[in-house]
Structure formats: structure tokens, C-alpha cells
């Protein structure tokens, strides 16, 4: 370049002779006269495209592959090694496999899709489910990711749970909303099975679950086409980022909540970066977006999923791969069960059964010891081999009544022990441990006895008023009634 431009000032502006440069720099004519008409060297261009006799009569074939491939599932499609295998045993393919590769390298270039920008006004939201390895309580397990991102204002909210299913993905709305201040006037999501049960042309059939969320919040949806992701790319792009920027290296946490404060502290503190090519913060762009939203609505959405149950003859309840105990009484009965974030309610008719916390495993069985003391009060001889009552913590008062009762009663005495943890289905395990160290006390052992004594603990004591800080009380008198009074209506009745 420096000797072009070079030949150029000489001819052309100190009028240096064309003979002179021919001789000096040793070029030609034709060279020459490309110099002095063109500013810069035009750079190598072929006459004409170049022949390619070995691959060139197989491009047809390579392209028609890759096209039959996109139909294929994604992990049985060609390699580059495998097209040239089949071009060279299938279709007399004489050439070497480098030729091969790049055609086909140059063909997947040429058939990469281009997108169109989408615009993306305040108020509107998108949702999507991530995957993350994290550490709870010691254990390594796989966390859910519930995200929901504004493109308007780029800002997002993650959430993590056990597990993706339809408490969780309400709860991770609830929980966005909340951060976002407002409700998105419209959501887009893929076709999650959580909220389309079924796919007919281009309508979709809704779940319960789904629409119950959508009822209360009044949100509108859109569902992206089959196998459309790039049409929810801004929080496809999300999901991505938050992994890398917030899980890496894999995080530690004591508990589930732990990490989703974590989670939630890093949203706020996102809210105050600026983004590429958009006016302020992200905190600043979220008002306007909060602007056009919905308000929260003013009771609080509660997330979790109802299923119908049946509790069998161990009075166990199965609800999400687990069994969970409800009271020997409603064995054999239909009931429903409302999964929470928290805890599990079984419910026979309008009254709640039993209530235990959720477990997030498989195949684990959750026992309320209570549950079954009825019918050991009917099958004493099972109390030391009753399953439900093996983890049992109860005091060590508890111990000591049991020996003192089957001391003093011999084989009853372990009924009337019995009787004595039914008091539990009215009482909490300290009053009740507080009034058999009572009853131990005082020698009286039987289950009347400390019954008597748990109501009487319970009783509060009659309160007083005091005329202290109301001096203008003290010169009230009030005149004692007039019993006679009484004599005058006997007398009327007779």
C-alpha cells in the first residue's frame, strides 16, 4: 500500500514521467495504469469460479442431508465423517474427507437462520425454567431456576426450588411479582406441560393450575410456536447469565430459603447497572415498566397443587411419589391434598386432617405419631413395634409414667399409658410433658389424673380491676340491690 500510494503522488501530483516509474519500481504498463485509476489495490478476484470436478457433483447431496437431518432427533444426526462415509460407499465418492468437511461447514453457514428484532414495550414479561447443581444442607442436588425477566427495563427475578412442577412455577410468579412491584400485562411462555395440558393446530388447552394463576393476577399469556424458543430469547439469554454470574462455583447453603434470599439479594443489587444502548439504570427503567403493569392484587396468591387421594389401610395418603400419615380413623377414605412450598394439608370434605411438612424426595413416608394412637388404644401389644413411634422423642417423664403404669396395672398399664399420649390430640407435647412431671410429682399416675391437671394448667387465672391510675373511680358509690325484690315476682307467679 505504501508503494502504491507512493507511485500515485509522484505521476500525479509532482509529475514524475510514466517511463521512469515503469523503469524504477520495475512494473508494468497495465500495472501502472491500475495504480494511477484506482485509490487502493482492488485486491485478488478470480475470472471466474473455480471448478471443483471431485466434490463438486456431491454438494447436492451434502445439502439434501443436512436438510433431512433437521427432522432427525438432535443426537442422531450426521458428523461431517459420517456424510463422507456414506458419499464414499454410497456415492462413488473418490476425494479426501477434508474436502468434505469444509463443504459441509460452509453449507451449515449458509443455512444458519436469521432472526428478526423483537420490540419489547413496558409491562410485558417473560418466563422460562432453568437447571443449576447446588449444595443444600451438605447434599449436592439439582435446583430448579423459575425466572421471569422485563425486557423493557432488563430487569429479572430468579427463584430456586427442588423441583419444576405447578407450586413451584406459581410460586415463582408470586414471588416476581412481588420483587417487580406490579403484574405484567402479558407473559410469554414456551409449552410447558405445567400450563398446556394439550396441543391441537394452534390452540392450546390450559391446566387448572395455570389458569387459577392467571384468574387471580388477570395477566394475559402468549405461547411461543413448537420448538420456538428464540421468540422468549430475552429470558432464554437469562437463564444463561444468571448461572454463570450467581451459581459459579457451585454455591453452598443451609437451607432452600437461604439460597433464594441469596438469589434475591443479587436481583436488587442487579437493578443498578445500566445496559448497553438503553437511558439510566435498570431500577429507573423498571418504573416505567411498573407504570404499565397491573397492581398486585390485594390477597395474596397462595401457590400449590390439589390432587384427589386415597388414604389406604396403613392410613397413609401418597401425593407426589411420597406417603404421607393421616389419622387411623379416615383409612379407606377419599380425601384431597394441597401441595405447598412448605407443607402438605390433607383434607376429608371442608376439615383439614393433617398437615405435615413437604418432602421434596421419592418414595419417603412422613408419620404423625399422634395419628395412630387411637388405634393402639384398641392394639396395646403393638406400642414397641409400631413403625410411626419409632423416632418418637418424646421426654424422659414419659418413660418413667410407662413404668410406673405397667408397674402398678401390670398389662393395663400400658392402655392407660396410651391414654395418656392421646392427650396429645388436644395439648401440645410441653403442656402435656409439664403436666406428667406434675402428676409423677404428686403420685397421681392415671391418664384422669393428669388430664385434670393439663386443664388446670390451662385455666387462666381471674383478672382483677384495679383502681390504680383512677383516682376519680374511688368516690363512686353504687348502692347494694334489693333482694326483696325477688319475693314480690315468687308471689306473682303463685
Known amino acids: 500500500m505504501d508503494e502504491w500510494t507512493e507511485i500515485r503522488r509522484k505521476v500525479l501530483v509532482e509529475g514524475v514521467s510514466k517511463r521512469s516509474i515503469l523503469r524504477d519500481y520495475g512494473i508494468g504498463h497495465q500495472a501502472l495504469a491500475k495504480i494511477l485509476s484506482k485509490a487502493e489495490p482492488p485486491g485478488y478476484q478470480m475470472a471466474e469460479i473455480r471448478r471443483k470436478p471431485v466434490i463438486g457433483p456431491h454438494l447436492a447431496t451434502i445439502d439434501q ?53 423483537l420490540s419489547h414495550p413496558p409491562g410485558h414479561s417473560q418466563f422460562d425454567f432453568g437447571e443449576a447443581v447446588v449444595e443444600i444442607a451438605g447434599m449436592r442436588t439439582k435446583a430448579h431456576l423459575g425466572l421471569i425477566t422485563l425486557p423493557y427495563s432488563d430487569t429479572y427475578f430468579l427463584s430456586a426450588y427442588p423441583r419444576e412442577c405447578t ?27 405445567i400450563a398446556v395440558s394439550k396441543i391441537i393446530g394452534n390452540e392450546r388447552e390450559l391446566t387448572r393450575g395455570f389458569l387459577t394463576l392467571e384468574s387471580h393476577h388477570l395477566f394475559d399469556h402468549h405461547f411461543c410456536h413448537v420448538g420456538r424458543g428464540n421468540e422468549k430469547g430475552h429470558v432464554e439469554n437469562h437463564v444463561g447469565y444468571s448461572r454463570r454470574n450467581l451459581l459459579v462455583p457451585v454455591p453452598s447453603f443451609p437451607s432452600w430459603a437461604a439460597l433464594n434470599e441469596y438469589l434475591a439479594a443479587a436481583c436488587y443489587a442487579d ?24 397492581a398486585l392484587p390485594a390477597e395474596t396468591f397462595e401457590p400449590r397443587r390439589v390432587a384427589q387421594g386415597h388414604s389406604n389401610s396403613l392410613s397413609l395418603v401418597r401425593f407426589d411419589r411420597n406417603d404421607y400419615s393421616v389419622p387411623t380413623a379416615y383409612a379407606h377414605h377419599e380425601v384431597t391434598v394441597l401441595g405447598g412450598i412448605e407443607d402438605v394439608a390433607i383434607c376429608s370434605g371442608t376439615n ?27 392394639k396395646p401389644g403393638a406400642i414397641d413395634f409400631a413403625r410411626p413411634l419409632e423416632h418418637w422423642g418424646l421426654p424422659e417423664c414419659f418413660a418413667t409414667l410407662r413404668r410406673r403404669l405397667e408397674t402398678d396395672l401390670g398389662h393395663k398399664g400400658t392402655r392407660e399409658f396410651i391414654k395418656v399420649l392421646r392427650l396429645l390430640e388436644g395439648a401440645t407435647l410441653p403442656a402435656l410433658t409439664k403436666a406428667v412431671e406434675s ?30 391510675g383512677h383516682p376519680h373511680l374511688k368516690a363512686v358509690a353504687i348502692d347494694p340491690p334489693d333482694l326483696t325484690l325477688y319475693r314480690s315476682l315468687t308471689a306473682t307467679g303463685s
Open 65 to 117: 442431508i443436512l436438510a433431512d437431518d433437521k427432522e432427525a432427533p438432535p443426537k442422531q444426526r450426521h458428523t461431517a465423517r459420517r456424510i463422507f462415509e456414506r458419499l464414499r460407499d454410497e456415492h462413488g465418492y473418490t476425494g479426501c474427507y477434508s474436502q468434505v468437511q469444509t463443504a459441509v461447514q460452509r453449507a451449515k453457514q449458509y443455512s444458519k437462520e436469521a432472526f428478526v428484532p
Open 271 to 294: 437493578l443498578f447497572r445500566r445496559v448497553r444502548g438503553k437511558v439510566g439504570t435498570k431500577a429507573e427503567r423498571l418504573a416505567e415498566d411498573r407504570a404499565a403493569m397491573l
Open 352 to 378: 383439614v386432617i393433617a398437615r405435615h411438612p413437604r418432602h421434596w424426595g421419592k418414595e419417603h413416608t412422613t408419620f404423625d405419631p399422634i395419628h395412630y394412637l387411637a388405634l393402639l388404644e384398641r
Open 167 to 193: 407450586e413451584t412455577f406459581q410460586a415463582s410468579h408470586v414471588a416476581g411479582f412481588e420483587f417487580f412491584g406490579g403484574v405484567p400485562l402479558r407473559i410469554s411462555y414456551d409449552n410447558t406441560s
Open 439 to 468: 402428676a409423677i410429682t404428686i403420685g397421681a399416675t392415671g391418664s384422669d389424673a393428669i388430664a385434670l391437671i393439663l386443664m388446670h394448667h390451662a385455666e387462666q387465672p381471674v383478672g382483677l380491676f384495679s383502681l390504680d
